[in-house]
C-alpha cells in the first residue's frame, strides 16, 4: 500500500508527499534492523545465560572432585608421616607393608570437567561481556586447572618411573599392588590376579637395615613434600571456584 501511495506522489509530482512516504519507507527499515538486532542480542545473551549456568553446574562438580581426590592426597601425606615415624622408632617390630604400598605406589590425578567452560568462552557475547570481574575470572580457569593439575600428574610420573622401580628392589612388588589398591576400583582386580600375593616378604632385620637408611627416609620425606604441594594447590582452585561461583550468580540472578 505504502509503495502504491509513493508511486502515485511521483505520477502526481507531489513532492512533499514522496518525501513523506520515502522517509516512512527507510524508518520502517531501520526499525526492521533495530528490531532484529535487539531480537539477536537477547538471544546471544540467553545462550550465555544457559551456558553459564551449565558452568555452574560444571565448577560445583569440580568442587566434589576436589574434596574426594584431596582427601585421598591427604591419606598419602599422613601414611607419609605414620611411615616415618615407624622406620625411625628402635622398637619397630613388623614391615608395615600397607604405609609403604601407600607412599611408594599410590597416586591420583583429579579428572577437572571443562566442556561447559569451553562453551562459555567460545560465546560470542561472552567476549564483548563488559564485567570488571566475571570475564578475567572465566578466561582465567583453563590456567588454574592447568596449575592444579601438574603436580599430581609429576607425581603420578615419579611413581612410575621412580618410586616404584625403587621400592621393588627391596621389597615384593605383588603384595605392595594389592595394599595400594585396596578400598580402590581396582581392588578386586589385583586380588584376583594371580601370583601376585605369592612372594615372602623380607625379614624384619633385612626391613631394618633399609628403614634406617637415609635415601629410603628421605624418599618418603618428598612424597610427603610433593602431596602436601598438591593439596595447597588444590585448596588455592578450590577458593578460587567458589569465587567463580559467587561472580555468576551475580550475573544469573
Do not use: C
Not at 578386586?188 to 625379614?203: H, K, L
Amino acid at each position: 500500500m505504502l509503495l502504491r501511495s509513493l508511486a502515485k506522489h511521483i505520477k502526481e509530482q507531489n513532492w512533499f508527499a514522496v518525501f513523506i512516504d520515502f522517509f516512512i519507507v527507510v524508518l520502517g527499515i531501520l526499525l526492521a534492523f533495530q528490531i532484529t538486532e535487539w531480537s539477536e542480542q537477547q538471544a546471544d545473551k540467553r545462550a550465555l545465560h544457559v551456558a553459564l549456568e551449565r558452568l555452574e553446574d560444571e565448577i560445583q562438580g569440580n568442587i566434589l572432585a576436589i574434596d574426594k581426590y584431596s582427601q585421598r592426597h591427604e591419606d598419602i601425606a599422613s601414611a607419609g608421616q605414620a611411615l616415618l615415624k615407624l622406620v625411625r622408632d628402635p622398637a619397630l617390630g613388623h614391615v608395615p607393608m600397607a604405609l609403604i604400598a601407600k607412599v611408594f605406589l599410590d597416586g591420583y590425578t583429579t579428572n577437572y570437567s571443562t566442556s561447559a567452560l569451553m562453551s562459555v568462552l567460545n560465546q560470542q557475547t561472552f567476549q564483548g561481556l563488559q564485567s570488571n570481574e566475571l570475564r578475567p575470572a572465566v578466561s582465567a580457569l583453563p590456567a588454574e586447572y592447568l596449575d592444579a593439575s601438574e603436580d599430581e600428574h609429576t607425581v603420578i610420573q615419579r611413581v612410575d618411573g621412580h618410586w616404584n622401580p625403587y621400592i621393588s628392589q627391596y621389597l615384593p612388588a605383588g603384595p605392595m599392588w594389592i595394599n595400594a589398591n585396596k578400598d580402590t576400583e581396582w581392588e578386586a582386580y589385583f586380588a584376583a590376579t594371580e601370583g601376585f600375593a605369592e612372594y615372602e616378604v623380607v625379614s624384619l632385620s633385612e626391613f631394618k637395615v633399609l628403614a634406617a637408611s637415609l635415601p629410603f627416609q628421605n624418599e618418603i620425606i618428598n612424597r610427603i613434600g610433593y602431596e602436601r604441594l598438591i593439596l595447597i594447590e588444590q585448596q588455592e582452585l578450590r577458593l578460587f571456584l567458589e569465587q567463580v561461583l559467587a561472580l555468576i550468580e551475580e550475573e544469573t540472578p
